[in-house]
Each structure stands twice: as C-alpha cells, then as structure tokens.
C-alpha cells in the first residue's frame, strides 16, 4: 500500500488519533477541528471554512493553485500528523502548531514523495476563534510566495515486439518528421508552400493547406513521418526546395518495413484524450502508446514506467531542490512466435491485394503462429486473426472427420450425384466439376474433387451436434490461446434441415477465421488437436482443452485423402512442388446472390501449415492455391 493510500486511512480515523495527539489549555478550545479544516481545504482546494489571521480564503487559495498546479494530474492528500496549544504565549497572544504530513502519489510504484510541515494559529479572544497564519511553507517545505512545486518527465524506454528468437520486430528505428516551419518563409508562401509539401509527400493538400494556415505564425506543423532508410523516396533536396518545408531526425518504434505485420503488430503514437481519460492518471498527455494491434493489447508491459523528478521552484522559474527523484524503468519486450523470414513473404503476396485477404502459417508440432498477414495494409484489418468468413469446401475436412467417425473409411463408396435436394432446397456441385468423377465414388475421391452433394446428404445423418464436436477435434472451435484475442471460428450443434446441409459444405451458419482454418490443416499434420499460440512472454493463459480430441488414426485418414488433393484433386497445381508429402483442400463460398466468392486453400508440408484467404475470389485453386504454394516455396529456401 503506498503511503497516499495509508494515508487517507490515517485520515479518516483522525478525531480518534487526534485525542491522543492534541492538547490545549482552558479558556481556548480544542485546536484540533481547525487543523482538521486546514487539511480538507488542502486537499480540496477549498478554504472557504478556515479562518485566517494573515490572509484569506482567495489568496490562499490561489496561492495553492500556483503551488500545485504544475503538478498536474498527480494526487496528494494531506492529513494531521500532530496538533497542540503551544505551552508558551507570544505577546501575550496564545498559539497552536500541527504538523501536516502531504503525500503525493507521484508513479505507478509504493515510492511515494511524502513531507511535513507546520502549521500555526493564534487564538482571537474576541472571535474565540483559532484562525491560521497562513504561509506558503505550510503547504511545501521551505516554499516561498509565488514558488511552486513541479514534476519533470524522462520517458522510459519502450520494450520491443521480437520474433521466437528473441530478435526485435519492433524497435526505435530513424525517421525524419517534415512539416511547415512558418518563421522560415514569409506569410505570403505560407499556403502554396504547404500544397506544395503535401503532394511531394501524398497528403491531402487541401487539408495540409488549411492546417498550416490555422497554426500560430511561429508554427511548426508536421506533414508526416517518413523512415529514414533506403525506402525513403522523398530526397532531403526536394524538401529543402520548398520554401519553410523543413525535417526533423527523430526515432520511434517501428517494425522492419511499413507493412510488415501491420495490422498484428499495431502502432504506436500519441495518446489521445480518451486514453488518457481511461487509464485514470497513468498515461498523460504527450506519452506515446499503443494504437492497435499487439502494441495497444500489451501497452503496460511495453511502456514501463517514466522516471519523474519532482522540484521546488521559486517564483523566478528557478529550481531550488530536488524533493523526489525515480528512475525510469524500461518497458519488457514481448516475445511472439513469428518467424520473421516468412511473415516477409506473405506480407510480400498480399502487398498488393485487391480485397482483403490473409495468409496464416503454423508449426504443427507446437502451434506456434509463425506468420500472419493481412491485407491490403492500409485497411487496418486484422483477416487474418480476426476475421470470420464462411469457410467454403476447405470446411470439409471437418465434415470427412464427422463421417469417419460414423464408420466411413476413405475408401467408402459415397454417391455424388449433379444435384440434391433437402427440404426443397436444391444443392449441386461447383461450376465445372468433372462429370467422370459423379455418381458412386470413394469418399477419398469426394475430398479430391470437393462434391459438395456427398456432403450435403450426409448432413441430416450426422447432425450439428457431432459436426460441431468434429471442428473442435481439428481446432477450429477451441479457446483462444494467442494472447492476441484471436478468432478461431464457430459451428453451431444445432443446425437441422437445410442450414445443416450447408454447414457440411461450409456455408449455413458456419464461420473460421484464416487462423482456424490454418489450425485444422496444423491438426491434421500434427495427427492430434493443435491449439495455437502467438504472444510466449508475458505468457497468456492456457486455453482449456478440447472437448474432443483428434486421434493419430483419425489424422492419418484425413491426411491420406487431403493427399489426393494435391496428387491430382482441385489442388493438383501443387504436386511439382519438392520435398515432403503435400496435403491440402481447397475451398470456395459463396457469399450472395451475385454468386461473389471468398477463396480458400488450406495445406501442410513437413512441420508447416499455411491458410489462405481471399475475400472476393475466382476460386479456392485458383485464387487462394497460388498464395500457400508460394509459402511452402519461401518456407523451402
């Protein structure tokens, strides 16, 4: 407990300690409720209730404004340490001291800056009234008239985002802030200088314009930040050519390059007014925080804590001693699993989406999350973790488990016929489906060539509740584990009729996110249920344990007809591919009436799996397949 919190106990049993603490002579009355009303008008800043000899409420009052002002948002509370009558008169004139103890919560730590001081009253026999000698000491040692205390800021280092191996992600890298200095240009240029400013660096040259003309005509006003490295396309010429454009070196947190792991990572920048609002005092005005992404979730554990110096000033500006005094405490690093090397690449493929897409990467054997990307950046979106999307035919890997465990075998005879009907509804197979391949064919040879009328058959027999037991089987409905706040995906247990019917299709009501899709893939290679796991330190909690688990047995099925697949099923494009055995499932789900479709292509190769992801696709093989072939290439170099 700090000693502002021990404190305002302390005060709140103070007519209690008082009786011990205070004394007084007959024909004066007890000093203590006086000393009680100074301390509450400190605290408050409302001296409306004490009676002074020297001064008045408003002056006292401002004078403690000025005191205390500059320490801004830093609470204190102020409690009566000891009051009596003095045994001797002065002039004939009887006095009583207290001694008031201040303590100000200055950090977030038990060291708080606590001082005491004196207070005096003298009795007024007319009044019979104690009334208080006011001086500026009573309310900060040796503090003088117009002096002021005021506490001083040294930011702390902010901690990193670093990869499995302890590399930094995430670190201070050079930057250079250019804006408008409007002392450098005469008033005329201030407007097409800052036009001129803005679309060398492509920024609204309009609002830029009316920016600079807002700003005081001392201003400094900030364009924008630009890294200061190899990609920088703007040239230190280009800018001083400008008249008044100028730069600023600077450093600030930043990963590798402006779009790796964007929307994972987050970004860091001032905070706002509702931050500040929100955290009741510990971040301030100016502090640099989290915006969004792993910066914002992990925020505490990365910004550490600022070093503060808190000074007694005279009412010249100057600083006469230093009364606290606390070191900045760095932030931590928070240590994630990603492999730097294929988070570039899949960055890399999806730099130039036209709709939002991702690409996620697994380690099978322990779940570790080695890449995800979403794109296009600049949307913010976070697909990759976060979103939730009907997952198409890659779905039915589930539904093949579903059926495995009612007896299937990958080489059951199953009927595929071009249409099906449930409940009025018809169903039929993807646009192109090869009509050698319809009518009674292995349940292997269904995975193949994804006919979507095997499944929908199946749907009533199986029913949502052994459906949703499969997908938590293969990971798609567990806890999250990431520390991240990652979505999995969901498959309601109690779907009937024709929702069902497309649940094992993966449309319905059905929903995975490209992590949970990617995790199915990871639990089939992995031949057990895989949760996966993104943030190592600070450790998150533990995600509970399905409540149904993959077999090695059930494994080894699903992976022998997702090899068909490859071999010579809807991703046959991948089968050149070197190295170890390929599985894989395509997926294509319509969305609406217009028949718009997100693309799908889940596979695993050695001790990796990859989802892919494309919103508004042509198709899983076409538009997805080409992505998780180029991640098993970059994963191969």
């Not at 004066?28 to 408050?44: G, M, T, Y």
């Not at 948002?73 to 409690?79: A, E, G, L, R, V």
């Amino acid at each position: 407990m700090s000693a502002l919190r021990r404190s305002a106990v302390a005060l709140s049993v103070a007519a209690l300690a008082l009786g011990s603490l205070s004394a007084c002579s007959a024909g004066a009355p007890d000093p203590a409720p006086v000393a009680d009303e100074l301390v509450s008008a400190i605290n408050s800043g409302d001296f409306s209730k004490v009676q002074f000899a020297t001064s008045d409420a408003q002056s006292v009052a401002k004078a403690q404004e000025t005191a205390f002002g500059p320490m801004g948002d830093i609470k204190h509370n102020s409690t009566v340490s000891s009051v009596a009558e003095d045994e001797e008169e002065t002039d004939g004139v009887k006095t009583a001291t207290a001694d008031i103890t201040t303590v100000w919560d200055v950090d977030e730590t038990d060291k708080d800056l606590s001082y005491t001081t004196k207070a005096v009253w003298e009795y007024d026999k007319d009044a019979e009234q104690w009334k208080l000698r006011f001086d500026p000491s009573v309310l900060a040692p040796d503090l003088e008239t117009g002096g002021y205390l005021q506490a001083s800021y040294q930011a702390a280092d902010r901690g990193s985002i670093t990869d499995a191996g302890g590399k930094k992600i995430v670190t201070n890298r050079p930057v250079i802030r250019v804006g408008i200095d409007k002392t450098r240009t005469e008033k005329a240029n201030w407007e097409k200088s800052a036009a001129q400013l803005a679309e060398l660096v492509d920024i609204d040259e309009e609002q830029y314009a009316k920016t600079v003309l807002a700003a005081g005509d001392k201003a400094w006003v900030q364009a924008i930040v630009l890294r200061d490295d190899a990609t920088r396309e703007v040239t230190d010429a280009e800018i001083n050519k400008i008249p008044g454009a100028t730069f600023q070196e600077d450093e600030i947190p930043l990963a590798p390059t402006r779009s790796f792991a964007r929307p994972l990572l987050g970004s860091v920048g001032e905070a706002t007014a509702e931050i500040i609002k929100k955290s009741e005092g510990r971040i301030k005005s100016g502090d640099q925080v989290g915006m969004s992404g792993l910066q914002s979730a992990y925020n505490d554990t990365l910004s550490g804590t600022d070093g503060v110096v808190v000074s007694r000033y005279n009412s010249e500006n100057k600083a006469e001693a230093e009364l606290f005094t606390a070191e900045p405490v760095a932030g931590k690093d928070v240590e994630t699993t990603l492999d730097m090397d294929l988070q570039q690449s899949a960055d890399q493929l999806l730099e130039d989406a036209d709709s939002n897409s991702a690409i996620v990467a697994i380690r099978p054997s322990d779940g570790s999350v080695l890449a995800a990307s979403s794109g296009p950046v600049d949307t913010g979106l976070n697909a990759a973790l976060q979103g939730a999307y009907a997952p198409g035919s890659s779905f039915k890997v589930i539904s093949a488990l579903s059926m495995l465990r009612e007896g299937s075998t990958p080489d059951s005879e199953v009927k595929c016929p071009a249409t099906t009907v449930v409940d009025g509804k018809t169903f039929k197979n993807y646009d192109g489906y090869p009509a050698a391949q319809l009518g009674t064919i292995p349940l292997s040879e269904a995975i193949a060539q994804s006919c979507n009328t095997v499944f929908v058959n199946q749907g009533a027999e199986i029913g949502g509740k052994k459906l949703s037991e499969a997908a938590a089987a293969l990971g798609l409905t567990g806890e999250d584990g990431t520390g991240i706040g990652a979505v999995l995906g969901s498959v309601p247990d109690d779907s009937e009729g024709t929702t069902q019917a497309a649940n094992m299709i993966g449309q319905g009501v059905v929903q995975a996110s490209p992590l949970g899709m990617a995790t199915v893939a990871a639990s089939v290679q992995a031949k057990s249920t895989v949760q996966p796991k993104l943030v190592l330190s600070p450790e998150p909690q533990a995600p509970a344990k399905p409540k149904s688990e993959l077999t090695e047995n059930e494994a080894e099925q699903l992976a022998s007809m997702m090899g068909e697949v490859i071999d010579h099923g809807t991703l046959k494009d991948l089968n050149s591919l070197p190295g170890a055995k390929i599985i894989g499932k395509s997926g294509t789900a319509e969305y609406d009436s217009e028949r718009n479709a997100h693309a799908w292509a889940i596979v695993a190769q050695g001790d990796l799996a990859v989802a892919a992801f494309v919103e508004d696709g042509d198709g899983g093989a076409q538009s997805a397949g080409p992505l998780v072939k180029a991640m098993l290439q970059a994963a191969a170099k």
